[in-house]
Protein backbone atom coordinates (compact mmCIF):
# COMPACT_ATOMS: atom_id res chain seq x y z
CA UNK A 1 0.00 0.00 0.00
CA UNK A 2 0.98 3.78 -0.68
CA UNK A 3 2.81 5.14 2.37
CA UNK A 4 0.65 8.19 2.18
CA UNK A 5 -2.52 9.78 2.56
CA UNK A 6 -2.70 11.66 -0.59
CA UNK A 7 -4.97 14.69 0.50
CA UNK A 8 -6.33 15.89 -2.41
CA UNK A 9 -9.10 13.07 -2.16
CA UNK A 10 -10.62 14.44 0.89
CA UNK A 11 -12.02 18.09 -0.17
CA UNK A 12 -14.70 19.81 2.12
CA UNK A 13 -13.50 17.52 5.04
CA UNK A 14 -13.93 19.45 8.33
CA UNK A 15 -11.33 20.09 10.09
CA UNK A 16 -12.04 21.18 13.77
CA UNK A 17 -10.48 18.99 16.38
CA UNK A 18 -12.05 16.08 17.68
CA UNK A 19 -10.94 12.44 17.93
CA UNK A 20 -10.48 11.04 15.00
CA UNK A 21 -8.80 7.56 13.73
CA UNK A 22 -6.15 7.20 11.10
CA UNK A 23 -6.63 3.57 9.88
CA UNK A 24 -3.66 2.14 8.00
CA UNK A 25 -3.25 -1.45 6.82
CA UNK A 26 -0.21 -3.66 5.44
CA UNK A 27 0.88 -7.18 4.11
CA UNK A 28 2.75 -8.04 7.01
CA UNK A 29 3.76 -6.53 10.62
CA UNK A 30 6.83 -5.06 9.13
CA UNK A 31 4.93 -3.59 6.09
CA UNK A 32 2.97 -1.56 8.40
CA UNK A 33 5.41 -0.50 11.16
CA UNK A 34 6.94 0.87 7.91
CA UNK A 35 3.78 2.29 6.46
CA UNK A 36 3.56 4.33 9.93
CA UNK A 37 7.07 5.68 10.09
CA UNK A 38 6.51 7.08 6.54
CA UNK A 39 2.80 8.40 7.64
CA UNK A 40 5.17 10.09 10.21
CA UNK A 41 7.59 11.71 8.28
CA UNK A 42 4.82 13.05 6.24
CA UNK A 43 2.81 14.32 8.93
CA UNK A 44 5.94 16.40 9.70
CA UNK A 45 6.66 17.21 6.26
CA UNK A 46 3.17 18.49 5.22
CA UNK A 47 1.89 20.88 8.01
CA UNK A 48 -0.85 22.49 6.00
CA UNK A 49 -2.56 19.17 5.55
CA UNK A 50 -5.20 18.48 8.22
CA UNK A 51 -5.97 14.99 10.40
CA UNK A 52 -9.52 14.92 8.96
CA UNK A 53 -8.22 15.05 5.09
CA UNK A 54 -4.94 12.73 5.90
CA UNK A 55 -7.34 10.59 7.80
CA UNK A 56 -10.36 10.65 5.28
CA UNK A 57 -7.75 10.04 2.23
CA UNK A 58 -6.71 6.62 4.62
CA UNK A 59 -10.13 5.53 5.02
CA UNK A 60 -10.93 5.81 1.49
CA UNK A 61 -8.20 5.73 -0.86
CA UNK A 62 -5.83 2.30 0.38
CA UNK A 63 -6.22 -0.82 0.01
CA UNK A 64 -7.69 -2.69 2.97
CA UNK A 65 -5.27 -5.67 3.46
CA UNK A 66 -4.70 -8.21 6.37
CA UNK A 67 -2.59 -6.42 9.17
CA UNK A 68 -4.14 -3.06 10.57
CA UNK A 69 -3.81 -0.46 12.97
CA UNK A 70 -5.86 2.47 14.15
CA UNK A 71 -3.94 5.35 15.69
CA UNK A 72 -6.81 7.25 17.22
CA UNK A 73 -5.91 11.06 18.40
CA UNK A 74 -7.13 14.94 18.43
CA UNK A 75 -3.80 16.49 17.47
CA UNK A 76 -1.03 16.09 15.23
CA UNK A 77 1.38 15.42 18.18
CA UNK A 78 -0.93 12.68 19.36
CA UNK A 79 -0.63 10.87 16.45
CA UNK A 80 2.67 11.56 15.74
CA UNK A 81 3.55 9.58 19.30
CA UNK A 82 1.18 6.80 18.15
CA UNK A 83 3.08 6.46 15.00
CA UNK A 84 6.35 6.35 16.31
CA UNK A 85 4.85 4.00 18.67
CA UNK A 86 3.74 1.73 16.03
CA UNK A 87 6.58 2.06 14.20
CA UNK A 88 9.00 1.29 16.81
CA UNK A 89 6.41 -2.00 17.82
CA UNK A 90 5.58 -0.15 21.42
CA UNK A 91 2.47 -0.07 22.77
CA UNK A 92 0.79 3.04 22.76
CA UNK A 93 -2.73 4.16 24.50
CA UNK A 94 -3.47 5.93 21.19
CA UNK A 95 -2.66 2.66 19.15
CA UNK A 96 -4.89 -0.17 18.08
CA UNK A 97 -3.17 -3.51 16.53
CA UNK A 98 -5.11 -6.22 14.94
CA UNK A 99 -5.38 -8.71 12.24
CA UNK A 100 -8.54 -8.85 9.86
CA UNK A 101 -10.52 -11.87 9.74
CA UNK A 102 -9.94 -13.71 7.03
CA UNK A 103 -12.24 -17.01 5.30
CA UNK A 104 -15.93 -18.58 6.11
CA UNK A 105 -16.67 -16.35 9.63
CA UNK A 106 -15.36 -13.16 8.20
CA UNK A 107 -18.63 -10.93 8.68
CA UNK A 108 -16.29 -7.28 8.11
CA UNK A 109 -17.85 -4.30 9.69
CA UNK A 110 -20.78 -4.65 12.45
CA UNK A 111 -22.43 -1.35 12.94
CA UNK A 112 -24.59 -0.99 16.35
CA UNK A 113 -27.74 1.57 16.03
CA UNK A 114 -28.28 2.23 20.32
CA UNK A 115 -31.62 3.07 22.08
CA UNK A 116 -32.68 6.01 23.86
CA UNK A 117 -29.84 7.23 26.35
CA UNK A 118 -27.11 7.75 24.47
CA UNK A 119 -28.34 11.54 23.11
CA UNK A 120 -26.98 14.78 24.62
CA UNK A 121 -27.88 18.34 23.74
CA UNK A 122 -26.48 19.69 20.95
CA UNK A 123 -25.04 16.15 19.47
CA UNK A 124 -24.39 16.24 15.86
CA UNK A 125 -24.88 20.00 15.55
CA UNK A 126 -21.11 21.01 14.67
CA UNK A 127 -22.00 18.29 11.71
CA UNK A 128 -25.35 20.53 10.34
CA UNK A 129 -24.01 22.63 7.43
CA UNK A 130 -20.50 21.37 7.98
CA UNK A 131 -20.24 18.24 6.70
CA UNK A 132 -22.29 17.70 3.21
CA UNK A 133 -23.21 13.95 3.15
CA UNK A 134 -24.43 14.43 6.96
CA UNK A 135 -26.62 17.61 6.04
CA UNK A 136 -28.27 16.10 3.05
CA UNK A 137 -29.13 12.96 4.82
CA UNK A 138 -30.35 14.58 8.08
CA UNK A 139 -32.70 16.99 5.73
CA UNK A 140 -34.02 13.64 3.86
CA UNK A 141 -35.01 12.32 7.79
CA UNK A 142 -36.41 15.49 8.88
CA UNK A 143 -38.57 15.81 5.45
CA UNK A 144 -39.58 12.61 6.12
CA UNK A 145 -41.13 13.42 9.36
CA UNK A 146 -42.63 16.16 8.87
CA UNK A 147 -46.35 14.25 8.45
CA UNK A 148 -45.69 12.68 11.86
CA UNK A 149 -44.03 15.52 14.88
CA UNK A 150 -44.59 18.82 15.75
CA UNK A 151 -41.03 20.40 16.03
CA UNK A 152 -37.67 20.41 13.85
CA UNK A 153 -34.96 18.10 14.31
CA UNK A 154 -32.47 20.80 13.05
CA UNK A 155 -33.38 23.00 15.78
CA UNK A 156 -33.53 20.46 18.57
CA UNK A 157 -30.13 19.69 17.52
CA UNK A 158 -29.37 23.18 17.65
CA UNK A 159 -30.52 23.16 21.33
CA UNK A 160 -33.21 25.49 20.87
CA UNK A 161 -35.58 24.13 23.34
CA UNK A 162 -32.78 21.55 25.97
CA UNK A 163 -36.22 20.10 27.71
CA UNK A 164 -37.24 18.70 24.18
CA UNK A 165 -34.82 16.34 24.44
CA UNK A 166 -36.49 15.12 27.79
CA UNK A 167 -39.49 14.23 25.71
CA UNK A 168 -39.72 10.47 24.08
CA UNK A 169 -41.78 11.61 21.15
CA UNK A 170 -38.67 13.78 20.32
CA UNK A 171 -35.66 12.03 21.35
CA UNK A 172 -36.80 8.94 19.95
CA UNK A 173 -37.07 10.41 16.07
CA UNK A 174 -34.19 12.85 16.58
CA UNK A 175 -32.20 10.04 17.47
CA UNK A 176 -33.03 7.87 14.24
CA UNK A 177 -32.30 10.92 11.99
CA UNK A 178 -28.86 10.93 13.56
CA UNK A 179 -27.97 7.63 13.28
CA UNK A 180 -29.00 7.68 9.31
CA UNK A 181 -27.51 10.47 8.89
CA UNK A 182 -24.31 9.41 10.49
CA UNK A 183 -24.56 5.86 8.46
CA UNK A 184 -24.41 8.33 5.50
CA UNK A 185 -21.32 9.52 6.78
CA UNK A 186 -19.65 6.55 7.27
CA UNK A 187 -20.42 5.02 3.66
CA UNK A 188 -19.38 8.49 2.50
CA UNK A 189 -16.00 7.77 3.56
CA UNK A 190 -15.70 4.17 2.19
CA UNK A 191 -16.87 1.79 5.46
CA UNK A 192 -19.65 -0.36 4.64
CA UNK A 193 -21.00 -2.92 7.51
CA UNK A 194 -22.29 -6.18 6.21
CA UNK A 195 -23.78 -6.86 9.53
CA UNK A 196 -26.49 -4.00 11.72
CA UNK A 197 -27.76 -4.76 15.26
CA UNK A 198 -30.26 -2.39 16.40
CA UNK A 199 -31.06 -2.49 19.96
CA UNK A 200 -34.78 -1.22 21.54
CA UNK A 201 -35.76 1.93 19.37
CA UNK A 202 -32.22 1.46 17.08
CA UNK A 203 -33.77 -1.70 15.34
CA UNK A 204 -35.81 0.92 13.75
CA UNK A 205 -32.49 2.65 12.21
CA UNK A 206 -30.87 -0.52 12.04
CA UNK A 207 -33.34 -1.62 9.60
CA UNK A 208 -33.27 1.85 7.63
CA UNK A 209 -30.02 1.62 6.92
CA UNK A 210 -30.09 -2.11 5.99
CA UNK A 211 -32.37 -0.96 3.26
CA UNK A 212 -35.49 -3.26 5.36
CA UNK A 213 -37.27 0.35 5.60
CA UNK A 214 -37.50 3.52 3.27
CA UNK A 215 -36.35 6.32 5.48
CA UNK A 216 -40.32 7.61 4.62
CA UNK A 217 -41.52 4.39 6.81
CA UNK A 218 -38.49 4.79 9.18
CA UNK A 219 -39.85 8.35 10.07
CA UNK A 220 -43.17 6.50 10.53
CA UNK A 221 -42.58 4.17 12.90
CA UNK A 222 -40.24 5.73 14.72
CA UNK A 223 -42.26 8.46 15.42
CA UNK A 224 -45.72 6.82 16.04
CA UNK A 225 -44.35 4.23 18.26
CA UNK A 226 -42.49 6.99 20.43
CA UNK A 227 -46.17 8.95 20.68
CA UNK A 228 -47.86 5.52 21.62
CA UNK A 229 -45.01 5.47 24.31
CA UNK A 230 -45.59 9.17 25.48
CA UNK A 231 -49.15 9.19 25.32
CA UNK A 232 -50.10 5.95 26.40
CA UNK A 233 -46.94 4.36 28.34
CA UNK A 234 -45.43 7.72 30.11
CA UNK A 235 -45.90 7.97 34.04
CA UNK A 236 -46.47 3.91 34.50
CA UNK A 237 -43.57 2.51 35.48
CA UNK A 238 -39.94 3.03 35.52
CA UNK A 239 -36.56 1.30 34.42
CA UNK A 240 -33.34 0.14 36.40
CA UNK A 241 -30.24 -1.08 35.76
CA UNK A 242 -28.50 -3.21 38.00
CA UNK A 243 -24.90 -5.12 38.02
CA UNK A 244 -26.54 -8.44 38.04
CA UNK A 245 -26.16 -11.40 35.39
CA UNK A 246 -29.97 -12.61 34.01
CA UNK A 247 -30.74 -15.43 36.52
CA UNK A 248 -29.73 -13.45 39.51
CA UNK A 249 -31.90 -10.18 38.45
CA UNK A 250 -34.83 -12.16 37.74
CA UNK A 251 -34.69 -13.66 41.59
CA UNK A 252 -34.56 -10.31 42.91
CA UNK A 253 -37.21 -9.07 40.80
CA UNK A 254 -39.34 -11.93 41.78
CA UNK A 255 -38.96 -11.50 45.27
CA UNK A 256 -39.75 -7.79 45.49
CA UNK A 257 -42.62 -8.42 43.09
CA UNK A 258 -43.99 -10.56 45.78
CA UNK A 259 -43.69 -8.37 48.51
CA UNK A 260 -45.54 -5.93 46.43
CA UNK A 261 -49.20 -5.08 46.85
CA UNK A 262 -51.43 -7.43 44.64
CA UNK A 263 -53.49 -4.56 43.55
CA UNK A 264 -50.68 -2.64 41.87
CA UNK A 265 -52.33 -0.49 39.19
CA UNK A 266 -49.30 -1.17 37.08
CA UNK A 267 -49.34 -5.01 37.42
CA UNK A 268 -49.61 -6.73 34.29
CA UNK A 269 -51.36 -9.39 32.22
CA UNK A 270 -48.46 -12.16 33.12
CA UNK A 271 -48.59 -11.73 36.21
CA UNK A 272 -46.17 -9.81 37.51
CA UNK A 273 -45.04 -6.17 37.82
CA UNK A 274 -41.06 -6.08 36.96
CA UNK A 275 -39.68 -8.13 34.04
CA UNK A 276 -36.05 -7.85 32.38
CA UNK A 277 -35.98 -5.56 29.81
CA UNK A 278 -32.81 -5.94 28.86
CA UNK A 279 -29.41 -8.20 29.27
CA UNK A 280 -26.82 -6.03 28.39
CA UNK A 281 -23.90 -8.16 29.44
CA UNK A 282 -23.47 -10.76 31.76
CA UNK A 283 -23.15 -8.77 34.82
CA UNK A 284 -25.47 -6.45 33.65
CA UNK A 285 -29.47 -6.44 33.60
CA UNK A 286 -32.14 -3.78 33.42
CA UNK A 287 -35.60 -3.98 35.16
CA UNK A 288 -38.49 -2.68 34.02
CA UNK A 289 -42.13 -1.47 35.41
CA UNK A 290 -43.70 -0.70 38.52
CA UNK A 291 -41.59 2.35 40.22
CA UNK A 292 -42.89 0.84 43.54
CA UNK A 293 -41.47 -2.80 43.32
CA UNK A 294 -38.08 -1.48 41.61
CA UNK A 295 -37.75 0.84 44.35
CA UNK A 296 -37.67 -1.51 46.52
CA UNK A 297 -35.16 -3.94 44.34
CA UNK A 298 -32.85 -1.20 44.71
CA UNK A 299 -32.81 -0.83 48.37
CA UNK A 300 -32.34 -4.60 48.26
CA UNK A 301 -29.34 -4.58 46.31
CA UNK A 302 -27.97 -1.63 48.20
CA UNK A 303 -28.07 -3.39 51.41
CA UNK A 304 -26.34 -6.35 48.98
CA UNK A 305 -23.58 -3.85 47.72
CA UNK A 306 -24.61 -4.13 44.22
CA UNK A 307 -24.51 -1.17 42.19
CA UNK A 308 -28.04 0.37 40.32
CA UNK A 309 -28.82 2.83 38.01
CA UNK A 310 -32.12 4.87 37.18
CA UNK A 311 -32.54 5.06 33.39
CA UNK A 312 -34.24 8.68 32.64
CA UNK A 313 -37.91 7.24 31.59
CA UNK A 314 -41.06 7.51 33.20
CA UNK A 315 -42.47 4.30 31.37
CA UNK A 316 -41.91 0.52 31.20
CA UNK A 317 -40.34 -0.29 27.82
CA UNK A 318 -39.77 -3.89 26.72
CA UNK A 319 -41.60 -5.17 29.67
CA UNK A 320 -45.47 -6.57 29.39
CA UNK A 321 -46.65 -3.47 29.87
CA UNK A 322 -46.41 -2.36 26.66
CA UNK A 323 -49.32 -4.82 25.36
CA UNK A 324 -51.68 -2.28 26.10
CA UNK A 325 -50.35 -0.52 22.85
CA UNK A 326 -49.79 -3.53 21.27
CA UNK A 327 -52.98 -3.83 18.47
CA UNK A 328 -52.70 -0.11 17.68
CA UNK A 329 -48.94 -0.49 16.99
CA UNK A 330 -48.83 -3.51 14.60
CA UNK A 331 -51.80 -1.43 12.96
CA UNK A 332 -49.30 1.58 12.10
CA UNK A 333 -46.50 -1.13 11.49
CA UNK A 334 -48.35 -2.75 8.99
CA UNK A 335 -47.23 -2.62 5.53
CA UNK A 336 -43.79 -1.68 6.51
CA UNK A 337 -41.28 -2.83 5.29
CA UNK A 338 -40.72 -5.44 2.25
CA UNK A 339 -37.63 -6.66 2.56
CA UNK A 340 -36.19 -5.44 -0.70
CA UNK A 341 -32.71 -4.02 -0.11
CA UNK A 342 -33.04 -0.32 -1.17
CA UNK A 343 -29.58 0.37 -0.08
CA UNK A 344 -26.89 0.06 -2.78
CA UNK A 345 -24.78 -2.57 -0.47
CA UNK A 346 -26.62 -4.99 -0.68
CA UNK A 347 -26.63 -6.52 2.79
Not at 95 to 110: H, K
Not at 118 to 131: N, R, S, Y
Not at 190 to 203: L, T, Y
Request: charged residues 20%.
Amino acid sequence: AADTADTTAADSVPTGEAPLPWVLSAQSKPALREQAARLAAHLTAHPAATLPEIGAALATSRAELEHRAVVFGADRDTMSAGLSALAANRADASVIVGRAATGLGSVGSVWVFPGQGAQWVGMAADLIGTDEVFTTALVECESALVPWVDFSVSEVLGGADEELLGRVDVVQPVLWAVMVALAAVWRARGVAPSVVVGHSQGEIAAATVAGLLSVAEGARLVATRSRLIADRLSGRGAMLAVDLGQAEATELAAEADGRAAPTSENRDTMGGSVAVAVVNGPGQTVLSGDRSVLESVAAECAERGVRVRWLPVDYASHSPQVAAVREEWLATAGGSGNHTRHGADGF
